[in-house]
């Protein structure tokens, strides 16, 4: 339902009953829409803190590429002390959708730019997590992207990593290059598709596990 010309909200309810709204744009680039991998990622998270409780609960989570922040706005309202980042033309999205949650988050939620490839300011070095739904889609990011995990994660942090399998254009000869390029500093396990959200899940939308080489 449009709240406004041009923008549309996307509802995404947790297991208590408390409903996330966010904000999304009918035109502009790719970070202004709500991803099914963002949904995936984000209910797994919920199901992840149901069932270890305190998972996410005052831990520090950095999301890249968080476009309209929903999965950083998951983990803030799980409990977590989240920074949701992008380019500085989705900050503004991004902001209005933490502002509009707000009575959901019982963590904290703040969003920043972050520009993959470029230095990483202190502040954002070595969360518990770093989050990424659908971060696999320009062959000409995923050095700058992996550049950035590296910087960021420390030697405990988890990234997780969650992408819709796509089949069609040049998109296999991404995914394949990701992978090659992952290997060169992490190493990784796909979460089975039995631990994700009973309903939210699909067998084209992978979830990763990552973590750096020791």
Known sequence: MAE??????????????????????????????????????????ERRERTEPGLLRGRTVLELGSGTGIVGIMAAALGAQVTVTDLEDLQDLMSANIDHNAHVISGSCQAKVLKWGEEVADSFLSPNY????????????????????????????????CYEERTTGKNPEIEKKFFELLK???????????????????????????????
């Open 4 to 45: 406004a010309e041009g923008i549309f909200i996307r509802e995404l309810e947790l297991s208590d009953g408390r409903v996330l709204e966010i904000r999304q744009l009918s035109s502009g680039d790719v970070g202004c829409v709500v991803w099914d991998a963002a949904i995936v990622l984000s209910k797994y998270l």
């Open 130 to 161: 770093i989050l990424m739904a659908d971060c696999i889609y320009y062959e000409e990011s995923l050095k700058p992207l992996l550049k950035t995990v590296k910087d960021l994660a420390g030697s405990d942090t988890c990234v997780l990593c």
């Open 184 to 214: 060169a500093d992490f190493e990784y396990e796909e979460v089975p598709i039995e631990k994700h959200d009973e309903e939210y899940r699909s067998e084209d939308i992978h979830i990763l596990q990552i973590y750096g080489k020791k």
